[in-house]
């Protein structure tokens, strides 16, 4: 998505995120947000949940060997933050959001309902997988995801690593999510067993 999209698609949804705008985090948003906010609460989203879904082919992989990273896919829940964003803040956050998530189109701006964790329910903004693009990855079970998680190495370093440190932030904001230490513990066996297998290879040469 272009910037001027971008903007298109702010103005038709902005008028719901007002008079305060909240934004949600459910990946390093929650830890590592990058911007200023009033306040950030527990909150949990309905009808998209956290997921394994996006191939990174740049940050965390390449285009040849991707690696497997956080999204927001269709149905279910998710716990994380709700940040409140003053008003005076929103037009360069906004302007930061869009450099940070949308640089390759992968995610799509969505109003989603959320609930506080003291019962205020608040609409809030949120980056959802795009099912239609190509970075999109639905995986048939824990095992390939963990492939994917353990054979990803880009710029920002290995997808395992920022598998491990997402499972690490979750634990400490006290969040459970079963589903990615299964990932987790799948892949520390991958690699842990791949890095057996180089250790036994015979070279070859003088």
């Known amino acids: 998505m272009g910037r001027a999209a971008w903007q298109l698609g702010l103005r038709q949804i902005l008028p719901r995120l007002q008079p305060d705008l909240w934004v949600f985090g459910y990946g390093s948003l929650m830890w590592d947000p990058g911007f200023a906010y009033e306040e950030a609460p527990h909150a949990r989203v309905f009808g998209y949940h956290r997921a394994l879904c996006l191939l990174s082919v740049r940050n965390r ?11 927001m896919d269709r149905g279910g829940s998710c716990h994380g933050i709700a940040f409140r964003i003053a008003p005076s803040a929103q037009g360069e956050v906004l302007d930061y959001l869009w450099a940070r998530e ?36 639905r995986t048939a079970s824990p095992e390939e995801a963990a492939r994917l998680v353990v054979q990803g190495h880009g710029s920002y370093g290995r997808a395992l690593d920022y598998l491990r440190n997402v499972v690490r932030h979750l634990d400490a904001l006290g969040i459970c999510d079963g589903p990615l230490h299964r990932v987790l513990a799948i892949s520390e066996a991958l690699d842990a067993t791949r890095g057996m297998d180089r250790q036994q290879e015979t070279p070859y040469g003088p």
């Not at 390449?62 to 999204?71: F, H, M, Q, S």
């Not at 992968?106 to 609409?123: H, N």
């Not at 949120?126 to 693009?133: D, M, Y």
């Open 102 to 137: 949308m640089y390759t189109g992968a995610y799509r701006p969505v109003v989603v309902p959320a609930r506080l964790a003291d019962g205020r329910r608040i609409a809030a903004l949120a980056f959802i997988a795009r099912p239609g693009h190509a970075q999109y990855c």
């Open 61 to 71: 992989g390449t285009p040849e060997r991707p690696g497997l990273v956080l999204a």
